[in-house]
């Protein structure tokens, strides 16, 4: 008689087991992150095996591992393989780490497969070969995508499989330099009786690639899908496992795409990388500022400012429109796109505490321009400048730039690397900087005007008075 196969229920943020379903994980405290799973009973009664055997491979005296010293340890970290895309391998740290894994998610249709079948083409074209997994489109979806993208697409060897055994001992055999796994949550394996996408799937198949990703020396590009909320779908020790967590950004109306790293083992963190959305796939954009600045509205607009953002290591002007309008019922709104609505909260009642700008009685809309987020402080003088300007309904100068952190006291704060802000913006024409007082540059130039204020009320006082 077969065995019954039982269930367990695995929390969907820290994998913790549980026997049966209950409303909170006892391991992390999460609310409704309790999944229910099949387990079969083969999986616990070999796990009590190999405890069994290492406890008696410990009494018998088992082996000892060489212990080498760091300085003896070599790798092939040092060797990374160029794409030909410069935004892609900036943001990997320099290119693709031969034995890396590396996750890729974003919203639906942003351009995940896009880019990776693009690597992929120029790897090949450069001599080394590439295996695209396919578990979501048919091989014909694929191929009218390569026909699409030209070049060398059509030279990418193809693999349509969503069983895991299958892929592995094909790419055991044709020991590709990279493989494309697209999508992580069609991938199963036999070993586990759920179905493709639940937990226990997405966390076995993840974890048996990263180990044929070190044992093999292929570099491992892993798409997955993500939720609701923006996060990437699946158990949280996906991007645990990984090497390196890629996200794409932007508007699908929008022509350009921002790739951002959130985790990387071989370069910075929050470099992003900016593409143009073409017939041809993805163009890298040499310069994201002249792109994000590129459609600002006439010097007759109000609410429109400029600030300088460091995204890892690259400066960046963004524009910030702010819009303060008569509330037409009710609770007045708030709305933002591209920044955070608690700090926005946060600095409309600075406004109203420390300037004398109410706006009880008025709509607030922000966003920020392009589709990117400016999770940074240093956006905070730009916001308070086009919110204000909205409220009088006078523009700010065209060619100014504003830079600083706004506290609770109303006082200006500095930023870091005000210098290298400083640098993008006189490169990109701007004559005027509010920065704060505390933090002036250290150099000096003759292009770029710096003005040093303390507080908001200094501020709103020289761009209004």
Known sequence: MAAKARTSYR????????????????????????????VAPAAAAGKKERRAAGAAGFARGGSVLETPRLRDVVGTESHRLRTGLAEFDFVLGGGVVPGSMVLVGGEPGIGKSTILLQVASRLESAGHSALYVSGEESPLQ??????????????????GETNLETILATA????????????????????????????????????????????????????GHVTKGGGIAGPKTLEHIVDTVLYFEGENTADHRVLR????????????????????????????????????????????????????????????????????????????????????????????????????????????VGGVRAGEPAADLA???????????????????????????????????????????????????????RGLPRRATKALKVVGVRDITTLLRELFT
């Open 11 to 38: 929390c969907t943020e820290c994998g913790a087991d549980h026997p049966r379903w209950q409303g909170k994980c006892d391991a992390c405290s999460e609310w409704n992150t309790l999944v229910e799973e099949i």
């Open 142 to 159: 694929v191929k009218l995508r390569a026909d699409r993208l030209g070049g060398g697409s059509l030279d990418v060897s193809l693999l």
């Open 172 to 223: 055991s055999e044709r020991q590709p330099a990279v493989m494309v796994i697209d999508s992580i949550q069609t991938v199963f394996t036999g070993d586990l009786e759920g179905a493709p996408g639940n937990v226990g799937q997405v966390r076995e198949c993840a974890a048996r690639l990263m180990r044929f990703a070190k044992e093999s020396g292929t570099a491992v590009f892993v798409v």
């Open 261 to 368: 790293a959130t985790k990387n083992r071989f370069g910075s963190v929050d470099e992003i990388g900016v593409f143009r959305m073409t017939q041809e796939g993805l163009i890298p954009v040499d310069n994201p500022s002249a792109l994000f600045l590129g459609d600002r509205a006439d010097a007759t607009a109000s609410g429109s400012a400029v600030t300088a953002l460091l995204e890892g290591s690259r400066p960046m002007l963004l524009e910030i429109q702010g819009l303060a309008a008569k509330a037409g019922f009710g609770t007045p709104q708030r709305v933002s796109t591209g920044f955070d609505g608690r700090r926005l909260a946060l600095l409309l009642a600075v406004l109203d505490k420390r300037a004398g700008l109410s706006f009880a009685q008025l709509d607030v809309f922000l966003n920020v």
């Open 383 to 437: 916001v308070a400048a086009s919110l204000a300007s909205s409220v009088y309904d006078r523009p700010l100068p065209r060619d100014a730039v504003f830079v600083g952190e706004v506290g609770l006291g109303g006082e200006i704060r500095s930023v870091s690397q005000i210098d290298r802000r400083l640098a993008e913006a006189e490169k990109m024409g701007m004559r005027v900087a509010y920065v704060s007082e």
